[in-house]
């Protein structure tokens, strides 16, 4: 069956880096669209950034320029390079991918079929 696993969250003081991979266990085929959720404390799941098969990449608003989605199917792999870290994107950060395409919205929850069990990303002031 497929697996998503995170790895890379961790504790870091603002304006720190940090960097998440996700690694796709048990796929046919690569996956057509990947992204990275996260969700705060006490706060709804939100959308961080999205990839697709032609690494097509799209962001929030509050970590464009920080962050960078990236994909290496060859590796079965997802990452998210976060740079100049805040502490409010403290969250628990989850991967997610689909392996069809859709008309939902790239960072509506439902557009994706699998995700990884998360990885804490802790940013102190």
């Known amino acids: 069956r497929v697996q998503l696993v995170e790895s890379g969250g961790g504790s870091v003081q603002a304006q720190g880096s940090l960097r998440l991979s996700c690694v796709v266990f048990?796929?046919?085929?690569?996956?057509?669209?990947m992204a990275w959720f996260r969700q705060p404390p006490g706060k709804r799941r939100e959308g961080v950034a999205f990839i697709d098969s032609s690494d097509v990449t799209t962001y929030v608003d509050s970590v464009g320029g920080r962050f960078t989605i990236s994909r290496v199917n060859a590796k079965n792999t997802l990452y998210l390079q976060m740079n100049t870290l805040k502490p409010e994107d403290t969250a628990m950060y989850y991967c997610?991918?689909?392996?069809?395409?859709?008309?939902?919205?790239?960072?509506?929850?439902?557009?994706?079929?699998?995700w990884g069990q998360g990885t804490q990303v802790t940013v102190s002031s």
């Open positions: 997610a991918g689909s392996f069809a395409r859709s008309t939902l919205n790239w960072f509506d929850p439902n557009r994706y079929g699998y």
């Open positions: 048990g796929a046919p085929e690569s996956m057509y669209a």
